[in-house]
């Protein structure tokens, strides 16, 4: 079985910094990694700010990538 990760990398509300909810989204991809998920997966909203990724593959390849190893982005 294949098992994903759904991040969404949202600030809603402007609870935190921008810089501290893509700090937290990054420690979920850590953790899918250490506890077995297979990959990530990011939605991508355009022209809005519902979401901190209009760019989500450039987020995989250059964020996630980063800092997993196995795990596919």
Request: aromatic fraction near 6%.
């Amino acid at each position: 079985m294949h098992v994903g990760l759904n991040l969404n990398i949202q600030n809603l509300g402007r609870a935190s910094s921008d810089r501290e909810a893509m700090a937290r989204e990054m420690r979920f991809a850590q953790l899918a990694e250490k506890v077995g998920f297979d990959s990530l997966w990011m939605p991508e909203h355009h022209f809005t700010d519902y979401m901190l990724t209009p760019n989500v593959p450039q987020l995989l390849a250059c964020g996630c990538r980063s800092i997993t190893s196995p795990i596919t982005c």
